[in-house]
């Protein structure tokens, strides 16, 4: 039998570590983490939309479903620092489009919303559209999405990245997630312009690693590594990330490749054992 209190596996790196507990979250975040002592949360609930997950049912009745990530929220708030950012991607069903920002708005009761970043998982540009753009030589279609079969709902190419803070007032890295400016006339013309690096606004598009089998992704709905890994970065200096619903260990991942210190929480073994895989 797993004893809770101590955790289920530890993985160092480099001067930090990854911390796995096999253990319901919100109790996780209750009694594992010290108040204010994380400086990001980046998660991805489940989305209550029936996806089969091996350990949890994600079919509630909608009031519970928002209650409890209510709940979970606001340990998430206890344990965040002053200038902590908690960043929460959800998504929604062609047939409930609400989902993603009926969780928004119980949130907003405990958090201010800072920034609402898109994350895009696939996008088409016609030539014609960008006109005499010198690196666009043709019609681009790129990323994965799920087809969605259906004469009423398009496919699904995109879902939300909540940034929530305490006060809505935290400076951000920007710049760390930057791109380089495409008219290079820009640097040094405006003031704040003195590198070829630009914010690169709250469209991002990261595409879905490819994979081979489903031995590479043993979970059903689980996000990229980029993805914690920016908002991490945009969050800018950070000693600790917290995903209280770790999955097989994406935004672990994210924090070993950026040197920092992650704690995770998860209901499944398997998801976690998959997870310390990645991390070995
Ligand atoms: C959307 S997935 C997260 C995937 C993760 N972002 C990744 O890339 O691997 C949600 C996860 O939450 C887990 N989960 C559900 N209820 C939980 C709870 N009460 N505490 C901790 N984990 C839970 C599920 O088993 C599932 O793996």
């Known amino acids: 039998m797993q004893n809770h209190e101590t955790p289920y596996r530890v993985i160092p790196y480099g001067s930090s570590a990854a911390t796995f507990y096999l253990k319901d979250c919100l109790a996780g975040l209750n009694e594992n983490l010290e108040e204010k002592s994380v400086d990001v949360v980046?998660?991805?609930?489940?989305?209550?939309?029936?996806?089969?997950?091996s350990r949890y049912r994600?079919?509630?009745p909608r009031q519970e479903y928002l209650?409890?990530?209510?709940?979970?929220?606001?340990?998430?708030?206890?344990?965040?620092?002053?200038?902590?950012?908690?960043?929460?991607n959800v998504g929604n069903k062609p047939k409930?489009?609400?989902?993603?920002?009926?969780?928004?708005?119980v949130l907003r009761r405990h958090f201010v919303l800072q920034n609402v970043i898109h994350w895009v998982k696939?996008?088409?540009?016609?030539?014609?559209?960008?006109?005499?753009?010198?690196?666009?030589?043709?019609?681009?279609?790129?990323g994965h999405f799920k087809p969605i079969v259906s004469s009423r709902f398009?496919?699904?190419?995109?879902?939300?990245?909540?940034?929530?803070?305490?006060n809505g007032d935290v400076r951000l890295d920007k710049l760390a997630v930057g791109i380089p400016y495409q008219d290079k006339t820009n640097i040094g013309r405006w003031k704040a312009a003195k590198e070829d690096r630009r914010d690169r606004g709250n469209t991002w598009f990261i595409p879905y690693e490819t994979v081979r089998?489903?031995?590479?992704?043993p979970h059903p709905a689980t996000f990229p590594v980029m993805l914690p890994e920016m908002c991490i970065k945009l969050h800018g200096k950070a000693r600790l990330a917290v995903d209280p619903f770790a999955g097989?260990?994406?935004?672990?991942?994210?924090?070993?490749?950026?040197?920092?210190?992650?704690?995770?929480?998860?209901?499944?073994?398997?998801?976690?054992?998959a997870a310390i895989l990645r991390l070995l």
């Open 42 to 53: 980046v998660t991805s609930p489940p989305y209550n939309i029936g996806i089969n997950y």
């Open 58 to 60: 994600d079919s509630l």
């Open 67 to 88: 209650a409890w990530l209510e709940d979970i929220g606001q340990s998430v708030k206890r344990v965040l620092a002053e200038d902590g950012s908690f960043f929460l």
């Open 96 to 105: 409930d489009q609400w989902i993603a920002w009926d969780v928004a708005c």
């Open 122 to 142: 696939s996008i088409a540009i016609s030539k014609k559209d960008v006109g005499n753009y010198p690196n666009i030589a043709g019609d681009i279609a790129v």
């Open 154 to 166: 398009l496919n699904d190419c995109q879902e939300y990245i909540f940034h929530f803070t305490k």
């Open 213 to 217: 089998s489903r031995k590479d992704r």
């Open 248 to 273: 097989i260990g994406s935004t672990a991942v994210a924090c070993r490749n950026l040197g920092i210190a992650f704690v995770g929480f998860e209901i499944d073994r398997e998801y976690l054992d």
